[in-house]
């Protein structure tokens, strides 16, 4: 198992920039392939990005590809999503998960584990 803890989320301007961290406790965290997901009011979680066990391969959903970029530190046990060139349809709870397949999933269901998720709110 393992256990999964978002920091970094809060209140910016568009345009602005706020990188998450998520902090992995239990299991080795390189055993993990690791994704980004978030959740708006009213709407389904979406995939945001993910990044392979040793960090060479990431995905991006369509949406963030060239403002957000994923990034982990094995040695921390951590993963990171800055998050550049903020618009107000990126306000949402963020959420990293855990998959301990190789591949980077784009939905919910095959991650076994979650964090309990970080707010991001970017106001225009």
């Known amino acids: 198992q393992v256990q999964l803890v978002e920091s970094g989320g809060g209140l910016v301007q568009a345009g602005g920039s706020l990188r998450l961290s998520c902090a992995a406790s239990?299991?080795?965290?390189?055993?993990?392939?690791m994704g980004w997901f978030r959740q708006a009011p009213g709407k389904e979680r979406e995939f945001v990005a993910g990044?392979?066990?040793?960090?060479?391969?990431?995905l991006y959903a369509d949406a963030v590809k060239g403002r957000f970029t994923v990034s982990r530190d094995n040695a921390k046990n951590t993963v990171y999503l800055q998050m550049n060139s903020l618009k107000p349809d990126d306000t949402a709870v963020y959420y990293c998960?855990?998959?301990?397949?190789?591949?980077?999933?784009?939905?919910?269901?095959?991650?076994?584990?979650w964090g309990q998720g970080t707010q991001v709110t970017v106001s225009s």
């Open positions: 998960a855990a998959d301990e397949t190789m591949l980077i999933f784009t939905t919910a269901r095959p991650y076994d584990y």
């Open positions: 990044i392979t066990r040793s960090g060479g391969n990431t």
């Open positions: 239990g299991r080795t965290f390189s055993s993990y392939t």
